[in-house]
């Protein structure tokens, strides 16, 4: 099987190593992150929210596949109590009258509760610690299609299979640039270790872009003679962990919940129980925010009225004196104007004049990225059917609709 190396450590990129290992050597995969912290970006700080069928058609088969591989890899390893995974139920507490495809998601101050599928006819039952809430309430999930997982804990949770499996993790280091061969061919990639300045040369033939929303600049950077640009963007989102005495290991049993309140100009509140007695609150999301240079940067950026306003938001919903802040966060998901992800090879006509690659299986330029607020939800989805993309293996979903439009 041919070297790949897979730059960007996020869930997206750790997937892909992970489900890569389980049909190759892991020493002939390499993941590269240059954020000191590991899971500072997205994936670690994501709600956890996972849907089966909340999606557009071109993204539907993968979505379900994923929704499906979170149930699988939770039942075989313990996810419940690695990584909190735990059906859910989801509640609107003002549901939208008509339903609009996930697509328009990326508006900034859109709900994702306007793609619920809606299926549920069940009587709505609010969770014990939604008491601040007098509203109205109605369960928009059908019954099995929502779950819940804690995304920093099962990035980690991937991450630690894929070194087990002997895949070679980069960190804190870049990449730097690409080199050919004599017929103009991807043979090797040049990783900088940004702690000693030392520079290695990787031979290699399959390079996969998973870096999320960076993954413009890490394309620019290995192909700067190429003028395409990668059509992903950057969708800032701030978000709180909290603790209250309703929602405690004895209010488990009664399942999770994911909350969807009232939409307001430019703010969607969602309101996440997770196992392990956390509450996780976002919804304030900026497409204006500056990516920072580094995920670990973003903390600097942490807008205050931004993390009062979530504070409001929980205090409302769990009373005012019962809140407890765990954690504050800021990060940037990686998001296409058409509201889906690419799941694609990038055609060498795109890489510059003087880069070719190999054909499938023994080469080529990937991208996996552009999840937007799904990229929990599709992360083993995605992971699997790059592996089976990259080492020319039937695909487990129709991706046909996820390419690359060049
Ligand atoms: C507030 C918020 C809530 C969310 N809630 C949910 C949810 O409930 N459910 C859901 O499914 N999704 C959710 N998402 C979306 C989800 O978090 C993202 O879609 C997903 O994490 C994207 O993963 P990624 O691996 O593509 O990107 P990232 O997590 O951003 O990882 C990319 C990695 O690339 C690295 N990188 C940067 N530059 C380089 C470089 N030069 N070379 C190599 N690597 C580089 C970064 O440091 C980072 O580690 C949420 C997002 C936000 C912001």
């Known amino acids: 099987m041919a070297t790949t190396v897979i730059l960007g450590a996020g869930i997206i990129g750790t997937s892909t190593a992970y489900y890569l290992s389980k049909h190759q050597p892991g020493s002939s995969i390499h993941l590269v992150e240059p954020s000191p912290e590991l899971f500072a970006s997205a994936s670690g700080f994501a709600g956890g929210f996972l849907a089966k069928d909340w999606f557009s058609p071109a993204s539907a088969g993968l979505g379900a596949l994923s929704f499906e591989e979170h149930r699988r890899l939770a039942e075989r390893e313990d996810g ?13 507490l003002s549901p939208p009258t008509h339903k609009k495809r996930v697509d328009v998601w990326c508006r900034v101050g859109a709900s994702r509760a306007e793609a619920a599928s809606g299926a549920a006819t069940a009587p709505a039952v609010a969770p014990e610690w939604l008491s601040g809430h007098g509203g109205a309430v109605e369960v928009i999930s059908g019954e099995g299609t929502v779950a819940q997982v804690d995304p920093l804990q099962l990035s980690q949770f991937l991450l ?60 620019a950077t290995l192909f700067p003679t190429s003028g ?40 969607s509140p969602e309101i996440f129980s997770r196992i392990g007695g956390h509450i996780y609150v976002a919804g304030l999301n900026s497409t204006t ?106 695909l487990s979903a129709d991706v046909s609709g996820l390419g690359l439009n060049v």
């Open 289 to 394: 925010e500056p990516l920072p240079a580094l995920a670990t940067d973003s903390k600097s950026s942490i807008s205050r009225p931004a993390i009062e306003k979530l504070r409001g938001t929980a205090r409302e919903v769990l009373g005012a004196d019962d809140v407890e802040v765990v954690r504050e966060g800021l990060c940037f998901r990686p998001a296409t104007d058409r509201g889906t992800p690419i799941l694609s090879r990038i055609p060498d006509s795109c890489l510059g004049p003087a880069v070719n690659t190999r054909p499938a299986p023994e080469g080529g330029v990937y991208l996996a990225t552009g999840h937007g607020p799904w990229g929990i939800s599709m992360s083993l989805g995605t992971g699997k059917v790059m592996a089976e993309m990259i080492q020319g293996r039937e």
């Open 228 to 267: 395409f640009e990668l059509p992903v963007s950057s969708l800032a989102g701030h978000s709180l962990v909290v603790k209250s005495p309703k929602w405690t290991k004895e209010h488990e049993g009664d399942g999770c919940h994911a909350v969807f309140m009232e939409s307001k100009p430019g703010y």
């Open 160 to 219: 630690q299979k894929c070194i087990d499996a002997g895949v070679r993790l980069h960190h804190p280091a870049k990449a730097i640039s690409i080199q050919t061969d004599v017929r103009n061919e991807l043979a090797s990639i040049c990783i900088a270790d940004t702690l000693s300045s030392s520079e290695t040369d990787i031979p290699c033939t399959n390079v996969v872009i998973a870096a999320g929303a960076w993954s413009p600049q890490v394309f």
């Open 80 to 92: 419940r109590s690695r990584w909190g995974y735990a059906a859910s139920t989801s509640v609107g």
